[in-house]
């Protein structure tokens, strides 16, 4: 695989290191035990699109968000996450 | 159909191997079963073996998308021991390899189970120190283990690099002698023929696409080969447990898909009579009858439910088994693929009743379902036939991941992959 680094242009992928599903949202401390256990053990776990947090570790050392299809490997869209993402903070 | 023997062997080779019939029947589904078990993999195929042999449930149908063998089952590195350490997942695994160790004679099908001893190594004191301790946990257990020091494994393994000049030097190692190998072509086969000659029907290329619903409760498959009916729905589908039971309502498994290769070599004269694995990196390796070298590593790390995997980790892999074995640095490798794994959140699987109703399920297996395939079968016919849990799957439930009660072996936290 290659990822498109939005900061370094295309790297192969052992330079990235992966960190998981982007879609997991962390509860509020408050929130009942349910919310984390969902927020802690399981997954959607697709076979298909799939929206996941990577780092480029031994390049710019950035945190992206991947759309990938998990059963060809194809990526469809790198950007960069959090506070940096697009639209975020607007 | 007659049993394997001396006797069929020896009148076959007269009459020019004319007397063999299929070892299992290829019958259409039929509309209703009492039970219907999705996926034929190993657990598939021994989950109708003890079904129909334990509990007399023969009106059993086992569907399986594509030809019995091509999912994990016949992609492993046959790895098989029971080395663990916790007491709610060791006697599970001995049981297991109880099973195994009379399982040729209980399937009338050679599987080729060698106990050719497992050997773990350690290359820092505290790692022999964790070996240690699991070790006496097996004691503790009943189940036999052994230390042995860097002078003995140098004794049993003499291609392994145990000098002091070794990139990790080697300390000692944990040693289950009862551990070994197994054909896995021929478990899958060997649980598939003894199903079928007690009547179960065996349906390859049957892919189950959706879940028939009645109120709450499951009470059938819709098919390639059209809808099929059956009082209890058992889901044993590996890698595609996510993907399969999603479309029964579960979209909240704790378990992530993720590929991991597997590799073999040349065929080689006999050089490595012991399973082995590396302790500084992650590389497990033993030599096959046919005399190729059979060695994996790591997952490649991210999801995955592509049966191929990426260059990266094939490098990886190789260093890690050239740092133990420099001497193998110029056998070629033949072969290499992928499976998907059903890694669970906490390393251990699932074998449980429902949570919806006509339901069974049993996935998460991880790297280990391998050898948990005679136990897992065992269990899991048990809880199909008695609506609840044996004593060795009670541990296996869904609900642990709520209550606390997570089997993390290596207190690794909640990470797929990690175990
Ligand atoms: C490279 C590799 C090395 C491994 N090494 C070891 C080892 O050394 N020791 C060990 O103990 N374990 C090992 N494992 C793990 C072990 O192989 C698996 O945990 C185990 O085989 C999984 O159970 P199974 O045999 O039932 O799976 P599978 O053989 O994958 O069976 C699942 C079946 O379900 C079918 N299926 C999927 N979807 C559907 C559908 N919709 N309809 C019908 N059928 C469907 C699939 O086609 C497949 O045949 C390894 C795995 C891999 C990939
Ligand atoms: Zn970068």
């Known amino acids: 695989m290659i990822i498109d680094c939005p900061c370094c242009g295309p790297r192969p992928v052992s330079e990235f ?26 997954r959607t776990n697709p ?30 869209a790198v950007e960069l996450a959090g506070v940096y993402a697009s639209g975020a903070g607007e | 159909m ?42 598939g195929l021994a989950t109708a073996h003890y079904l129909a042999k334990d509990h007399g449930i023969t009106n059993v149908a086992v569907l399986e998308k594509n030809l019995i063998g091509s999912g994990n089952v016949g992609r492993n590195t046959t790895l098989v021991r029971s080395n663990y350490m916790l007491d709610r997942t060791l006697p599970f695994y001995e049981h297991s390899l109880k099973l195994w160790e009379g399982l040729s004679h209980d399937l009338n099908y050679n599987v080729m189970f060698s106990s050719r001893g497992i050997i773990n190594l350690a290359h820092s004191p505290g790692q022999l120190d964790v070996f240690r301790r699991r070790a ?41 002698a009862r551990g070994g190998t197994a054909r896995h072509d021929a478990v899958a086969w060997g649980f598939a023929r003894s199903a079928d000659r007690r009547g179960v029907d065996i349906i390859e290329q049957c892919e189950v696409t959706g879940f028939l619903k009645k109120d709450r409760r499951i009470v059938g498959v819709s098919t390639s080969r059209g809808e099929i009916r059956a009082k209890k729905i058992a889901v044993v589908v590996a890698g595609s447990s996510s993907h399969v039971l999603q479309q029964a309502g579960l979209n909240n498994l704790p378990i ?50 592509a049966q191929r995997g990426n260059l990266p980790v094939a490098e990886d892999v190789a260093t890690a088994l050239l740092a133990m074995f420099p001497a193998f640095a110029k056998v070629r490798v033949l072969r290499s693929w992928g499976g998907i794994m059903d890694m669970s959140m906490d390393g251990q699987p699932i074998i449980d009743v429902g949570p919806v109703p006509g339901l069974y399920i049993n996935c998460g297996w991880c790297y280990e379902g391998f ?9 899991f016919a048990w809880t199909i036939a008695n609506d609840a849990p044996h004593e060795l799957n009670a541990p296996f439930s869904l609900s642990r991941f709520q209550n606390g009660y997570v089997l993390d072996e290596k207190g690794r936290g909640p990470f797929p992959g990690h175990h």
């Open chain 2, 136 to 176: 006496n946990s097996m004691l503790l257990n009943g189940v036999k283990a052994e230390i042995l020091s860097a002078a003995q494994i140098a004794e049993k393994v003499p291609a392994l690099d145990v000098s002091d000049a070794a990139r990790f030097p080697v300390l000692g190692g944990l040693y289950q």
């Open chain 2, 256 to 305: 992530e898909s993720h590929v991991l290769q597997a590799f073999v070599s040349e065929g080689l004269k006999p050089v490595l009579d012991v399973a082995i694995t590396f302790g500084a990196g992650h590389l497990y390796i033993s030599q096959s009858d046919k005399g190729g070298l059979v060695f994996g590593g790591d997952l490649d790390g991210y999801n995955s439910y």
């Open chain 2, 371 to 379: 050898k948990a395939t005679p136990a897992s079968g065992y269990t």
């Open chain 1, 17 to 42: 290191s992966y960190i998981g599903d982007a879609e997991v949202e962390k509860p509020d401390m408050q929130a009942p035990v349910a919310d984390w256990v969902e927020a802690v053990y399981t």
């Open chain 2, 2 to 43: 007659t049993d394997y023997s001396i006797l069929s062997l020896a009148k076959n080779a007269l009459n020019g191997q004319a007397g063999w019939a299929p070892a299992w029947r290829k019958p259409d589904p039929k509309p209703e079963y009492d039970v219907v078990i999705v996926g034929g993999g190993g657990h």
């Open chain 1, 47 to 76: 076979r298909g699109t799939h929206l996941e947090h990577w780092q480029h570790l031994h390049g710019c050392r950035q945190f992206l968000k991947l759309q990938r299809d998990t059963l060809t490997h194809e990526i469809f």
